[in-house]
């Protein structure tokens, strides 16, 4: 009988063991949430592709913003501090959960900037999935502005043009020709007289 009864107390604990292995081994492991996991959806993630970005120029926003194209609208994404530092022209500065009150407008074209690739997409997103039918986003934003219209580095057949463009908006342009010392060039200045333009490296915002 003593045998008997020890042989079910050794059945019961073993089964009770391989219970608690089996729960233990089944249950689902998941990752340790770290606080940085970002929920992106599927529009947004469509959007990051770049092919579905609308993408201009830092100097095709400047002749836009120059020739008063019409409905044209620029919204800085950057933070507040960011933005009053220095911003594009007739710009708006916008938090990404303020573009709720963007509504779309006939005619309108939005011009988006910033200096992240996924707020970029994201804004493109929601603004296109609310109705904006023409949304742009700047290649480059702001550092591209600073390099490509208030710092360009010029030459060439366009020198003038792109010359003129930065001087609109208060721009310091620089003069380089193909043959030239990298670290300093003459050029003429536009009423005829010589200048001699250090070499400015581009910088960003």
Not at 7 to 30: D, E, K, S
Not at 35 to 63: C, P
Not at 176 to 205: H, I, M
Request: net charge neutral; with cysteine; hydrophobic share 40%.
């Amino acid at each position: 009988m003593t045998d008997t009864r020890s042989f079910v107390r050794g059945l019961g604990a073993a089964a009770a063991v391989l219970g608690t292995l089996a729960f233990v081994v089944g249950a689902p492991v998941r990752p340790p949430h770290t606080g940085r996991d970002t929920v992106v959806s599927a529009a947004t993630r469509d959007a990051l592709d770049e092919r579905a970005i609308e993408q201009i120029s830092a100097s095709q926003l400047a002749r836009w913003i120059r020739d008063g194209k019409a409905g044209l609208r620029v919204l800085d994404l950057r933070d507040s501090s960011a933005f009053e530092t220095k911003h594009v022209p007739s710009a708006e500065s916008f938090a990404l959960t303020g573009l709720a009150t963007v509504l779309p407008k006939p005619g309108e074209t939005l011009v988006l900037y910033s200096d992240d690739d996924l707020r970029d997409a994201q804004a493109t997103a929601w603004l296109a999935g609310v109705g904006h039918a023409r949304v742009h986003v700047v290649r480059g934003g702001m550092s591209a502005w600073m390099t490509e219209v208030l710092s360009p580095i010029v030459q060439g057949d366009s020198a003038k043009a792109v010359g003129a463009l930065s001087r609109y908006f208060g721009g310091v342009p620089s003069l380089v020709s193909p043959d030239a010392d990298p670290r300093v060039t003459s050029g003429a200045r536009d009423d005829g007289s010589k200048e001699v333009l250090e070499f400015v490296a581009r910088r960003g915002c």
